[in-house]
């Protein structure tokens, strides 16, 4: 069965506590090849049948009704995992 992944994370202007956290983290650990870190989130929608451009459409509405918060998050990619 097909898995369509959705993938959301907060918009550039929002600030990301958990990020800086992760960031600071990693500095402290002595990993400081990263400037910063984003999180977001991924959701995993198995599909009964096909995957077609409707069900992609239908799903990108869903992503953008439900599964995000518009206000303060962008739908990033949504895609067909094998």
């Not at 989130?41 to 799903?59: H, I, N, P, S, W």
Request: proline share 4%.
């Amino acid at each position: 069965m097909p898995i369509i992944v959705v993938e959301v994370m907060p918009k550039a202007e929002i600030l990301d506590p958990q990020g800086k956290a992760v960031a600071g983290a990693l500095a402290r650990l002595g990993k400081d090849k990263f400037s910063a870190v984003r999180i977001g989130k991924r959701f995993e929608l198995t599909v009964d049948g096909t995957v077609d451009d409707a069900l992609l459409a239908e799903v990108r509405e869903i992503a953008e009704d439900m599964l995000a918060n518009t206000v303060i998050e962008d739908v990033v990619s949504i895609t067909v995992a094998s």
